[in-house]
């Protein structure tokens, strides 16, 4: 596994983009909507790895009711793998538990999952495959 990218929910990526893109100077790859996750994407390269602006599209969109209990801040972390059938189901072996609602369709149209929380103590979890 390798680290992909940091997810942080913010209200507003634009704003948002003035920290990371403007004052820290990091390139911006892309900003796209991710309709399946009702949630609008920045993504920022920094070196192999990149951070992932997340801001809700829908009040029904997990970013929005993770904003509304906890604020802007990290969201989740994500880690690249291979074989994400191999790795859900080598996890759930290991007692992790697999978000049901999880398995999904990503940025740029890759497969993800999310690993819950309590498994990871308290850190959501995403795997992409590559
Ligand atoms: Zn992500």
Do not use: W
């Amino acid at each position: 596994m390798k680290l992909d990218h940091i997810g942080i929910a913010v209200h507003s990526i634009e704003k948002a983009l003035r920290s990371y893109q403007v004052a820290m100077g990091l390139e911006m790859e892309a900003a796209v909507n991710v309709e399946e996750q009702k949630v609008k994407v920045a993504m920022l390269p920094v070196g192999e790895s990149r951070i992932e602006l997340l801001e809700a599209t829908d009040p029904t969109s997990p970013i929005c009711r993770f904003l509304a209990k906890r604020g802007e801040g990290v969201h989740h972390i994500c880690f690249k793998v291979q074989d994400l059938d191999r790795k859900l189901a080598a996890f759930r072996k290991a007692g992790i538990q697999i978000l049901p609602d999880a398995d999904g369709t990503g940025y740029q149209g890759r497969r993800i999952a999310f690993l819950h929380p309590r498994s990871t103590h308290g850190v959501l979890i995403e795997l992409v495959e590559e």
